[in-house]
């Protein structure tokens, strides 16, 4: 579970944000594991890296993991617009 939390800080990357401690929801972290294993399995556990990683990925992140950000309001939708529309 620990892997799966870490993966999620990058979300505090993009909000600009440096928060170290933080709890996701259990649909968050399984929604989080492909993600984090396909795109940043090489950083270590709460590392700025990883969170640096997930960021750099974000186009490639599942609609999965987005949403269950964005459902349990980690991010916003219109953070996911303008990353998208940045990405084009």
């Known amino acids: 579970m620990a892997l799966l939390r870490l993966a999620f800080l990058f979300v505090i990357v993009s909000a600009g944000s440096a928060l170290a401690q933080h709890t996701y929801s259990d649909a968050v972290q399984r929604a989080c ?41 980690e991010i916003s939708k219109q953070q996911v617009e303008v990353r998208k529309r940045g990405a084009d």
């Open 33 to 73: 594991a492909n993600d984090y294993k396909q795109n940043c399995r090489e950083y270590g556990i709460e590392t700025e890296a990883l969170r640096l990683c997930m960021d750099r990925a974000g186009q490639e992140l599942t609609k999965a993991f987005v949403d269950a950000l964005v459902a349990d309001g």
